[in-house]
């Protein structure tokens, strides 16, 4: 099929359209559809992703739409298609419960200036995710999946592995879009898991480290003193060295100390 890319990319809202139909084949292969599923597309752009989804077994597809250019189009491909619906908006604002009652595997090439927040906004409804298999800068996927001990890792990879499995998928080269980003993009499947890793309540957990990786190559005892009294006591109790910095520290303490604000 042949795209129309007489539409003009606004650098404002991150966007480079998607044209390597083998990288689309890839995409659509790795979200693993089935007939019963329904699919979230957000930023479909002129539709070269879109247009593939539409042909998978999949039940329905749902796309979101911030860029009023491309809506006149995608109605028109709607009154043709009764597995296709538009919803013309911010996926920042728009709630998935709004979207479906029954959970949704999104599959997209995300915006390169929104990709992590809209991933953040989706932990809050992962009841309603089954799966997403996800387009971010190469940068960004490095630091969801990162273990701990690497450069990488930090607020964002806890964050997202503690609720989820993350798996980097392959590489997706700038020549694949029109026009050409300056940087490699990565395809991440994203799974969330029945329940979280270990136990801690997710705002606790949010603070500890965002304090945490304020100034990462700070000492733990430094960076979350005055969370509680006697820091170095209780992270000494807890079993966590506390002239270690956080990139060293596992998801699992993370929630220990959690769960220890937490009781204060």
Not at 102 to 109: F, M
Not at 141 to 148: G, Y
Not at 234 to 261: H, M, N, Q, W, Y
Request: aromatic fraction near 6%; hydrophobic fraction near 40%.
């Amino acid at each position: 099929m042949t795209f129309d890319y007489k539409f003009s990319a606004k650098k404002s809202l991150g966007q480079n359209y998607l044209k390597d139909p083998n990288i689309i084949r890839k995409i659509i292969a790795s979200a693993f559809i089935q007939p019963e599923d329904t699919v979230l597309e957000v930023g479909p752009g002129p539709g070269a992703l879109t247009h593939g989804l539409i042909n998978s077994p999949a039940h329905q597809i749902m796309a979101i739409e911030k860029d009023g250019q491309f809506i006149p189009h995608w109605q028109s491909i709607m009154m043709n298609s009764k597995k296709f619906q538009i919803h013309h908006g911010d996926g920042l604002k728009i709630k998935l419960e709004s979207l479906s009652k029954s959970p949704l595997k999104i599959v997209a090439n995300l915006p390169y200036n929104v990709g992590t927040q809209l991933i953040i906004n989706w932990l809050e409804e992962l009841p309603l995710v089954k799966s997403m298999t996800l387009m971010l800068q190469k940068e960004v996927v490095s630091r969801i999946v990162s273990p701990p001990g690497s450069k990488d890792y930090g607020r964002l990879s806890i964050l997202i592995q503690w609720l989820c499995t993350t798996e980097k998928l392959f590489d997706v080269p700038p020549t694949a879009f029109k026009p050409e980003p300056k940087v490699t993009s990565s395809i991440i499947r994203i799974v969330p898991r029945p329940t979280p890793l270990w136990p801690a309540t997710k705002s606790v957990l949010e603070k500890v480290t965002a304090l945490a990786f304020q100034q990462r190559r700070k000492m733990i005892k430094k960076s979350l003193q005055g969370l509680f009294p006697e820091t170095e006591k209780v992270l000494e109790r807890l079993g966590i060295d506390p002239t270690a910095r956080p990139e060293i520290l596992s998801i699992e303490d993370f929630c220990k100390i959690a769960r220890a604000v937490g009781d204060n």
